[in-house]
């Protein structure tokens, strides 16, 4: 481990164990307020199998027989109430207590109606509604229905993000058209330490399933979280470190699916529990599968002889595991969990050729064998006096993959990362409440082989971050600041090091106006620093089919960005409608030159300036609630542009897309239909082909039984029912990879 992270990981600890202890007695004076409440289903009996949290506090009860729940001895203040139920869902409620005084919540648990959930990355946790930023959150129920192999295709249907799809083996988020190091992607807080932002055919570090709740953030005014959240964040939030005391021995799940597009079969087993103040956690995914079926030819141009409906080289397996455990009391906890990943997928397109003796050439696939290891700390202290919460977050990745050419190492790459973060949320003085804290990384980045195009280097970043807000009756207000600074070492004599330092600053507003309405807005300066690819790369890159060339003289890339939502949360209504536009002066992306090298065409790394601008709708309309059945339409769109300064298009950008859905809800019966349409993409750089458009029709249909407090769900899917042959414009293999065809998949999971 690092010097600088040694030191302040046994610091912190030992601060948060001594903290954790004296913290066991409760302070009379100022811990004098209590909560109770019941939680109910919609027809009024009492959930028997919820537990209750106070978000805040993370303290959570088992709520009675008859559904009644008590916190006692709580400091007076704001709270978020969340219930939560294998049976019937989850919700948020609130409540408002005064020091001395005891305030009654009454919870409503429905399947059928739309819930609020916790967000934690935007800002101090708080309900969706409450965010300054528009924020899409994809609960661990959405996840049994969305999920896919990778990050990047599970996400791909929320409003504003797209995929970079290079198989079914990586795939990375795409927020308003921006990816790549410009969309910071986080392990419950901090970063994957992997090599995603490298290069597209290089997986992110995390399987999903083993996450029980995914946020996206977009926009820049996630500045708060690194130079390179400047698209946004996606925040992948695993349970593997306990934060609240076990209610329960033993809990769990069984997750088992299978599809019929690539013979896919996977399994995953999640137990958690704990007694008296130790919680713990383990989990296991495991997943397999074939070559995927196409509706057609891979390449346009094949000969219709040639044409298989098997897309070769894009079979994958990978397989995860977490184990982890924490200390917790009712004002703190302390834990640490180790996890694992590892993948070997196809990267469907490119080859390998190998001549023979008789002097003939054999086409193999290429392959990425991936291995992560990873050891996350976390704790947190509340209720400390001027300090609401102190908390830590420490991760360290040992990271590394190998690209197989046939049976031979073409390339290795490897990344050992660390990174540590420290926030201290204080008490409000007068209208202001906020945190402040300190972020330290530290990554070795080496790659060797036939396609080592970056140089080995390693970076070494420190920040300093503060964000406030005020609360003004029907009016809040945030502001926010980030000081960052970056030392870059290259292992290369002819190449210079280089040294990077920025500001960023936001400042948003919400402005709560009658029946649910809300308007939101955002103002963001961001830095953002070059990344080693962007300094130095110089080699072939055949993932893009690429000479890329670095330039060792770039600056820091500045952006002022602009977003405003309005929103209607409560009601038979519900949506977002959100405009925003992104100024970038001094855009780093990749120009060709004209020459070739390798038989590839050269591509520099250059500097303009750059303009993004965009819309996003999403809406829910409930159309009938009587009992137990709901029927809701769900109306979704967006579109983003993307043009430089001196005329012309940035390349990948999305195209315009709008879908419309149906969802039931009836008992124990769920069901959606679903069509998306993919417009055509003519807006393109110089460079780039036309995308034709296509549109996808999808259905879901599931089915609950409840025996005891045991839940089991069996889900059946189709996606892309039509058999519809579609190609991602963002994908760099869209000529040569198109999506899967008509796909059925069946899931069963029970929770216990």
Request: charged share 25%.
């Amino acid at each position: 481990m690092h010097p600088h992270f040694a030191r302040l990981a046994c610091a912190v600890a030992m601060i948060l164990i001594a903290g954790v202890t004296l913290a066991q007695t409760p302070n009379a004076s100022t811990n004098s307020a209590t909560i109770t409440g019941r939680v109910t289903a919609a027809h009024g009996a009492a959930v028997t199998d919820a537990t209750v949290t106070l978000v805040e506090l993370r303290r959570s009860v088992r709520v009675g027989a008859d559904g009644a729940f008590r916190f006692e001895n709580i400091p007076a203040g704001h709270y978020h109430v969340l219930a939560d139920s294998n049976r019937f869902g989850s919700t948020v409620g609130e409540a408002e207590v005064a020091a001395g005084g005891t305030r009654a919540v009454e919870i409503v648990l429905d399947p059928a109606v739309h819930s609020e959930a916790i967000v934690v990355t935007a800002s101090d946790q708080r309900a969706a509604s409450e965010v300054y930023q528009p924020i899409a959150v994809v609960t661990e129920q959405e996840l049994t229905e969305r999920l896919q192999p990778t990050l990047g295709e599970t996400l791909n249907n929320e409003p504003g993000v797209n995929s970079t799809y290079f198989g079914p083996g990586s795939s990375r988020p795409i927020i308003r058209g921006l990816g790549s190091d410009r969309i910071r992607i986080l392990q419950d807080g901090v970063g994957t330490g992997d090599a995603s932002s490298v290069s597209p055919d290089h997986a992110v570090s995390l399987d999903p399933a083993s996450a029980e709740q995914i946020e996206v953030v977009r926009g820049p005014a996630t500045l708060l979280y690194g130079s390179n959240a400047v698209g946004g964040v996606v925040n992948v939030i695993d349970p593997r470190v306990p934060s609240r005391i076990a209610t329960s021995p033993l809990n769990g799940t069984i997750d088992l699916r299978g599809n019929s597009v690539a013979d896919e079969r996977n399994a995953t087993l999640t137990l958690f529990g704990g007694q008296s103040s130790f919680a713990w956690h383990a989990d296991f995914t495991k997943r397999d599968t074939g070559d995927y079926e196409i509706p057609g030819a891979a390449d346009p141009f094949d000969e219709p002889d040639e044409i298989t409906g098997i897309l070769a080289n894009s079979s994958l397996e990978a397989q995860s595991a977490g184990l982890g455990g924490s200390w917790v009391s009712d004002h703190g906890f302390f834990g640490l969990a180790f996890s694992t990943f590892s993948t070997n997928y196809g990267v469907p397109g490119h080859a390998h050729h190998e001549e023979e003796e008789e002097g003939e050439h054999e086409e193999e696939g290429v392959r990425i064998d991936l291995e992560q290891r990873r050891l996350d700390v976390k704790g947190e202290l509340t209720d400390l006096g001027v300090f609401r919460a102190i908390r830590f977050r420490l991760g360290s990745t040992d990271y590394e993959h190998r690209e197989l050419e046939g049976t031979e190492i073409g390339t290795r790459f490897t990344n050992d990362a660390l990174e540590g973060r420290l926030e201290a949320t204080h008490e409000p003085f007068g209208p202001l409440h906020g945190s402040f804290g300190v972020q330290l990384t530290h990554n070795e980045f080496v790659a060797t082989g036939e396609e080592a195009f970056v140089p080995p280097n390693e970076t070494e970043s420190r920040a300093l971050f503060a964000f406030e807000e005020v609360t003004l009756g029907e009016f809040d207000l945030q502001f926010g600041a980030r000081y960052e600074s970056h030392d870059l070492t290259v292992d290369a004599e002819d190449l210079p090091n280089r040294s990077f330092d920025g500001v960023s600053a936001s400042i948003g507003t919400i402005y709560r106006l009658r029946e649910g309405f809300a308007i939101a807005g955002s103002v963001a300066r961001a830095v953002r620093i070059p990344t080693a690819s962007e300094l130095y790369a110089n080699g072939p890159h055949a993932a893009t089919s690429q000479f890329e060339i670095g330039d060792p003289t770039l600056d820091t890339e500045t952006s002022v960005g602009i977003d405003v939502s309005l929103r209607k949360t409560a009601g038979r209504f519900r949506g977002e409608l959100s405009l925003f536009q992104n100024r970038f002066d001094g855009y780093i992306y990749e120009t060709p030159t004209g020459a070739e090298e390798d038989e590839l065409p050269v591509f520099q790394f250059v500097q303009t300036d750059a303009r993004f601008r965009g819309v996003e709708l999403d809406t829910h309309t409930e159309l009938f609630h009587v009992g137990e059945r709901h029927l809701e339409l769900e109306l979704g769109a967006d579109a983003v542009r993307a043009t430089l300064s001196g005329g012309g298009n940035l390349p990948r950008i999305p195209p315009m897309r709008a879908s419309a859905g149906l969802r039931y809800q009836g008992g124990p019966l769920s069901a959606t239909a679903e069509v998306r349409r993919y417009f055509e993409q003519d807006d393109v750089a110089e460079y780039e082909t036309t995308t034709d458009g296509y549109m996808l029709v999808n259905a879901t249909v599931s089915y609950r039984l409840i025996f005891g407090e045991t839940v089991h769900d069996v889900m059946l899917r189709g996606t892309n029912l039509t058999d519809e042959l579609a190609r991602a414009h963002t994908s760099p293999l869209k000529e040569r990879a198109p999506l899967p065809g008509r796909d059925f998949s069946l899931s069963y999971r029970m929770t216990f």
